[in-house]
């Protein structure tokens, strides 16, 4: 498995960062996850987009090292030289502020950030995307910049222990009575035929594979309306499916053991479901 880091392309075994390195030490960096089929990466540029804005949001300036540009070439090279142009992978970006002295604030005599990335194979898990996942609801911990996709992810990732051991797939934070998102990815619900999902704040990360559904959603004619979800009105949706780069677009047929309608993915869900992988695969093979 080859890597890039910081300006080469190195075994993965090989590739080392500084202990100091701001990401280990604070979570100072961002992230971004690619989705690419047979070679082709879908939706890169708007990934690159939302990594140059939580950069922005940072206030990490890594200039041509990072730019959208340089990334995607990088990533098309790791696609290849890692022998991942056929079948589904994802490309993994990294930039952290990078090393220095230990300090909270940004290091006096500035650094270079870290850019890291890597590539990997990928599969759904087996027939969930059929039949549906089931999840928990969980309060909503993290801060309120969640619009930024930091590596800092702490209250997800407990959120996701949390939902592994009720032998869930994903939960749902709840903050102020409402969902916001999931500990990965989106939340829509159908209501009367309607698509509702949090708008795009800073309490939600606005996901790409969210813009794009909301995108097929308009095409296909169904009504979309980005307003929160209640937790009152969750337990009476006709729909519910969650969304992300690798998790395209997911029913959800449980929530908190209790059934969502009859218990089966739903018709809108599945017409959206089959959009996306449809798109997805279109990217197949054509350079960003
Ligand atoms: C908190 C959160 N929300 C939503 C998403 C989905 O975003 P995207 O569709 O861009 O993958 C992710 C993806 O990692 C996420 O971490």
Excluded at 77 to 102: S, W
Excluded at 218 to 242: K, N, Q, S, Y
Excluded at 249 to 276: F, H, N, S, W, Y
Aim: charged letters at 25%.
């Amino acid at each position: 498995m080859i890597v890039y880091l910081d300006g080469e392309y190195l075994p993965r075994a090989e590739a080392r960062v500084s202990v100091e390195d701001r990401g280990f030490l604070f979570g100072d960096g961002v992230y971004e996850v690619i989705r690419a089929c047979d070679g082709g990466l879908f939706t890169a540029r708007e990934h690159l987009d939302r990594l140059q804005e939580g950069m922005r949001g940072l206030e990490i300036e890594a200039g041509d090292a990072a730019s959208p540009d340089t990334l995607l070439e990088i990533a098309a090279t790791l696609l290849e030289r890692n022998d991942r142009t056929e079948g589904n992978a994802t490309v993994y970006v990294q930039v952290t502020r990078g090393a220095a002295t230990r300090t909270h604030c940004f290091p006096p005599g500035g650094c270079r950030p870290t850019v890291y990335l890597s590539t990997a194979r990928f599969a759904h898990p087996p027939g969930l995307h059929k039949k549906g996942a089931g999840v928990i609801t969980l309060p909503d911990l993290r801060w309120a910049r969640c619009n930024l996709k930091t590596v800092n992810l702490l209250p997800n990732v407990i959120a996701k222990q949390r939902a592994v051991e009720a032998n869930a797939t994903e939960a749902l934070l709840v903050r102020d009575g409402v969902v916001t998102e999931g500990a990965s990815t989106n939340v829509f619900a159908v209501v009367d035929g309607e698509l509702i999902t949090y708008p795009a704040c800073h309490y939600i990360l606005d996901g790409i594979t969210r813009r794009v559904v909301l995108g097929m959603a308009r095409e296909m004619g169904i009504p979309a309306r980005e307003t929160p979800i209640r937790m009152e009105e969750l337990f009476r949706v006709d729909e519910l499916f969650l969304t992300g780069t690798t998790t395209d677009v997911m029913p959800v047929v449980r929530i908190d053991e209790k059934p969502v309608a009859d218990g089966q993915p739903g018709a809108i869900t599945l017409r959206l479901q089959a959009g996306l992988n449809e798109r997805i695969s279109a990217a197949g093979g054509v350079r960003a």
